[in-house]
Nanobody, 117 residues
Framework: QVQLVESGGGLVQPGGSLRLSCTASRNIFSVYTMGWYRQAPGKQRDVVASISGGGSINYADSVKGGFSISRDNARKTGNLQIRSLKTAHTAVYYC???????????WGKGPTVTVSS
């Protein structure tokens, strides 16, 4: 079993930036794809960015240019940097780890990011 703990959510003003972090209880990211999902109020949960164990990165078209995903295997931590925040970015952001060679999937509890003036 793996626990994922996110941090970095909160209230941010439009135009600001934010970094979300996800720390795993075990060093798994070299063989797991780490993804960040968001769920806005009343909407489904969608993936915004992912980084595979081999380092391949993908972004949803809607966030390209404004979101940046990274990973530090030694620290068992992945990060999502969000720039130029907009009110439309208000959502619960979930960290996900999905095995590249297994069916194991883990979720964090999801910090809330609120973009408001």
């Amino acid at each position: 079993q793996v626990q994922l703990v996110e941090s970095g959510g909160g209230l941010v003003q439009p135009g600001g930036s934010l970094r979300l972090s996800c720390t795993a209880s075990r060093n798994i990211f070299s063989v797991y794809t780490m993804g960040w999902y968001r769920q806005a109020p009343g909407k489904q949960r969608d993936v915004v960015a992912s980084i595979s164990g081999g380092g391949s990165i993908n972004y949803a078209d809607s966030v390209k240019g404004g979101f940046s995903i990274s990973r530090d295997n030694a620290r068992k931590t992945g990060n999502l940097q969000i720039r130029s925040l907009k009110t439309a970015h208000t959502a619960v952001y979930y960290c996900n780890a999905r095995g590249d060679y297994s069916i194991a999937t883990y979720w964090g509890k999801g910090p809330t990011v609120t973009v408001s003036s």
